[in-house]
């Protein structure tokens, strides 16, 4: 397996987190060879700046965390992260239609975020602490008939992160044509292992620094 690092969104969307704040966790990224840096949208251009070159994607999230605002709004959003050099967005599914039943209103509010985002890659979040294990695999389908590249399972926001189960119910929804982000709660090595192993194809924490550390620790040292 590549090191842990590479399926690592470094993560920092404290809602207090400041410019030096995002230049410190660019400075990590590019240290650990981090997948991507995922920053709130007003930090994505001084990410990209901070990035620049490095192989290091910008990410940044779209409706955070709850997903209610309209698809209009979601959609200009978009549109601004990529303006300002965001490379992948991470947008949270309208959870309360979703439950409704209202599954069009749901595709169209993806649909709307994939055309914004001109190409670039697209995770869709369904927070599964507040799903049925049913309605998970509902919301896998429709996020690959939407266009969107990625399910995500948690916010970090809400009452509960990744779980196991979850990631392995949805790698096996996703069916190798999506793939699956485990995000919330991920915390040291072996939690990451966990889910990496259960068919997590990208991993969203903030204790990256510590994973790979962890890492490193544990392999074996060369004569």
């Given amino acids: 397996m590549d090191s842990i690092a590479r399926f690592i969104d470094h993560t920092l969307l404290a809602p207090d987190a400041t410019p030096e704040d995002v230049r410190r966790v660019c400075a990590e990224a590019r240290d650990c060879r981090f997948r991507t840096v995922c920053v709130n949208p007003c930090h994505v251009g001084l990410a990209a700046d901070e990035l620049r070159d490095s192989g290091i994607d910008v990410c940044t999230v779209i409706g955070f965390p709850l997903g209610a605002a309209c698809s209009e709004t979601k959609a200009s959003e978009a549109a601004a992260a990529v303006e300002h050099g965001a490379d992948e967005l991470d947008m949270v ?39 049925t294990d049913e309605e998970k695999l509902r919301a896998t389908a429709l996020i690959r008939e939407s266009g969107a590249a990625f399910v995500k399972t948690s916010t970090g926001f809400s009452k509960a992160g990744a779980t196991v189960e979850d990631v392995r119910l949805l790698a096996a929804a996703a069916e190798g044509l999506v793939g699956v982000k485990a995000a919330g709660g991920i915390r040291d090595l072996a939690t990451a292992l966990r889910m990496v192993e259960a068919g997590a194809t990208r991993l969203g924490t903030s204790a990256g620094v510590r994973i790979v550390e962890e890492e490193k620790q544990q392999s074996p040292k060369e004569d």
Avoid: P, Q, W, Y
Avoid at 97 to 112: K, Q, T, Y
């Fill in 93 to 131: 599914m309208n959870i309360g239609l979703f439950r409704a039943g209202d599954d069009r209103s749901v595709a169209d509010d993806i649909e709307a975020v994939v055309n914004e985002a001109a190409g670039r890659v697209v995770k869709v979040i369904i927070e599964t602490c507040l799903l």
